[in-house]
């Protein structure tokens, strides 16, 4: 957690272009559980790890992509308090709150729109569902981890990447006002002056949220979910296959933040990844800086080239 | 890191009866970097994913046992509030002040002994010498790990456990002052109100430090450093043998923290743990609680049952 | 398989106290697939990638251990040759032919007792159930598992270790014989030269069947099921544990065979083993030997010594 | 081993381009240990658990490839009884003896030519080297793996993949002379009765040879070293990558063997890969089919697609 209070990515809200085939993916496939249902039809899920009420949010649309990401922070104090930073930064757009049961089980959240065009969230308050691991009640005597488990079965949401040409504006934000760490980033141009992606952190994982710079406004690369070791990483890759999942590359390692990861596509094209491994990180670690020759490797390690795919491919 | 500004495990001190056999063992077993040596003969070593400094400090002395373990914050003007704090909480005794380069490569470190009789120390400052991973400079387009490792190779040192007799005080000051998060705790007594074991954390790992209520003051149970794998945990299982170096117990999983584990001795009879695994700690997840029915499964997830080494032998 | 035509370890019967709960154990925990039963109470079993129609078969009675274990020849021809081969070499005694049909979809078996006091049989025919992988027929375009896995799920029956006296008359029929390797042997004695472990393959797997020396007749040590890497056996003693198994020991290493391997014992407190890992083996391979002063290492590689209940406790 | 008596594949003869890069590649890489030169500069290597004095043989040349590969027989009586059944056989063409010592600490060897071009050979002797595992002498108390491993370091040569013209002519000796099994087999055709794809078995190994029908004769497509673990693959990978060694494919998981694989080029083109996992076969387990439609998981089956490399390039 940034030392600002910002807690973690508590949800990502996705666009689906039919609901029935996006939950056999969510559930049956990545083995996501489905907590709840709104009168508009979104449908709330969580990973089997988290403790909160809900991490992914879905949505019917005639357009795939991602409506917002919310951030959880550790009081309604913190909330406060950071949507009258936002504010006063100027950096952010389109700033409004959410009233407290828009989401089920969830308090108010503070919108706005950072200068990449995507919408995010705070928020401070959310049940607690638990983890399906305590034998003697909730937490306590736990297994480590729960016999029901079925699909990909990652442990939590963890990070998106996003497209967005207005990268300074973004970063900023979230390291000035947010408190985020630049755990890494690549740079380009003449001089090598130009940031071309970055990867945040308001915790001890190398990533938070990441941003590649490109010419569009509030696009999605891919929603990420962790995993426990690389033989899962193997186990995701074998699942996705028998399921006929849209494969996108992996397995692999990225050179960024270390991961060993795969990408696969939602029936409506959402990209997502699952991936484990990665280093600790704190946020007085020097900031990895990779050069825009060195932008294979930096994305995926072993092919130590892009695939077009990766760039061109977004919602 | 605690929103309070302590980062992270910094240092250990450690006593070693002859420094020629401890540093074989930390050095070609274990696979510790050697950076420097002083005067008083003590010697300063880090793991190879560590940026600072140090992170073990060796002494020769005639009983083993640690010395102090040391807390990196994030500004002098942290360490200047949390001594102050610390004072005014009037839960440590025999404060001071260590001054700069007291240790090599670092400022100067406020001491205070907590109630179980540890020594404990805050610090803001220490020299970074990245990890050998960098191609075009340090932190510059960095391979996932260096190519010189040797022996088990830990990328951190995680943590400490600690004996004493006065555990209410020594959660206290943690929890309250310098803002830890109670992850697990273990319970005993009639009615179950009694805490005899604490797993605190300043961070999103599960545990920074853990103690375990024993009718001592100060002792030591073991140093613990972060592998990346399961099969990591095997091949250091391997290792230890070929070494002959003396074996606790593993590998196995905790209860506690999920950690996959194996617990060893150096030839002063200091403990050492190296495992991977365990989840990710935010300050709201709830506390896990162990009746003392289920201390078994808790230490040893598999065995279920504690051997009477893991509770007799510390120092 | 051996030159000889004996392929596998085609099933062992085990006897246990109460059909209920072992089942329970060896479907549920163990994860094997029930196949048939027939009027006589017995259960048959196979692992999911085993395509024999069973490998396991459990009988109800008042004392556990086993009955019998039987071998795989390639063919009728050789199970004739074979069986002459056994009366003429006069290491056997009770020599007979247990008619086809006695175990269900299984040709007629040539049953024998070895100098150690197990009864033993050779077998050229059983039907072929197949393995549930298969997308488009049975062996057409398979996945590498099945989707419908439960419990630890070992993929075979692997092998066996028996306790016995007169080690050397069986290990003299399975070599000269049945045409068996030494893989490796625990040699004791003032001049080394008693053989009391004996380490035998027909295969390229490192062991097929182990005898270890004990004063005793006919006695059973464990049967083994093999995983597919050290993941699972940590995954297996973390479903032991969930289901409150009794665990011997592991995870940990042999020596002997290099296996990663976790102990258990049944309800009726019949051994079991899963494990992974070993290396290959062919005939030409020279014989490993284990010196007594070793005998340590050699069975629990980590913990270099040998716990009392691995040589004491036997069914 | 086949119940003929063949052993395995006991080493390859490649070309390369220039022997210094080509060492670089195959010793610190790759991570084989020269055992020897001779007068006409070809250098013999050996993988560390191999016992055999050597299994790759390098020979500078203008054109890379493989000049041939060698099966380790049981005896000189089966080399002499087998070479007859070759030649009676007329599947083989250019047969002859090459004389002991063309190879170092190597026995006579019988060589011919198949129907797709290939030049094979059996030899029944070759010197012991052992694999630097022992502890009180060669093969006495051994470690688990030697502490002098470097680069990839895989523990055997394990099999080729060549491709042909003719595949029906060589398939039939290696099953009906040699005595292999037919563990998989692609297949084409309108009524899918032309076999494209063939992995014969000499051992309970999933291939020890493969063949792909292709309008040419004695090409090479690759030469497999096994590891022991996914998490080994992932290693290579970064090995690779670390050496700028350029990739193919991985890692990712063949639908064929079920193995878990990386694929590679040595700096003269030829591809290399190294793998873990597969399944144990026996001669009386049905041959799996793969129908043309499905060639893309059962080469690739996470990506599901081949890619035009793996088809088109080969030396």
Known sequence: ??????????????????????????????G?????????????????????????????????GMDYMGWRVDSPATLK??????????????????P???????????????????????????????NDCGTDGPDVNPHPWPDNLRGIAPSRFDHCLLYGDDLDGTVKLFREVLGFGLAEQVTAGPDGSLMIGAFLTC??????????????????????FILGSWEEVLKAGDILSRNKVSLDIGPTRHGITRGETIYFFDPSGNRNE??????????????ITW??????????????????RFLQVFT
Do not use: C
């Open 274 to 287: 699952v991936f484990a491994g990665g280093y600790i990180y704190y946020p007085d670690k020097p900031t």
């Open 203 to 224: 915790s001890n994982k190398p990533h938070d949220i990441a941003l590649i710079r490109q010419p569009v406004k509030g696009k999605f690369h891919h929603a990420s």
């Open 291 to 308: 050069t825009e020759q060195e932008l294979g490797p930096a994305i995926f390690y072993h092919d130590r080239k892009l695939n077009e």
């Open 1 to 30: 957690m940034a030392l600002t209070g910002v807690l973690r990515p508590g949800h990502v809200a996705l666009r689906v272009l039919e609901m029935g085939p996006a939950l056999k993916h969510y559930v049956d496939v990545l």
């Open 100 to 130: 407290a049961g828009e989401h089920p089980a969830t308090g108010e959240r503070f919108r706005f729109t950072v200068a990449t065009g995507h919408v995010m969230e705070l928020f401070a308050e959310k049940d607690k569902l638990g």
């Open 32 to 64: 996501l559980i489905e907590v709840a249902r709104d009168k508009a039809g979104r449908v709330f899920l969580k990973a089997w790890d988290e403790h909160d009420h809900h991490s992914v949010v879905l949505r019917e649309a005639d357009e795939a």
């Open 81 to 98: 308090k950071l949507a009258a930073d936002i504010e006063k930064s100027g950096l952010a757009s389109d700033l409004g709150w959410v």
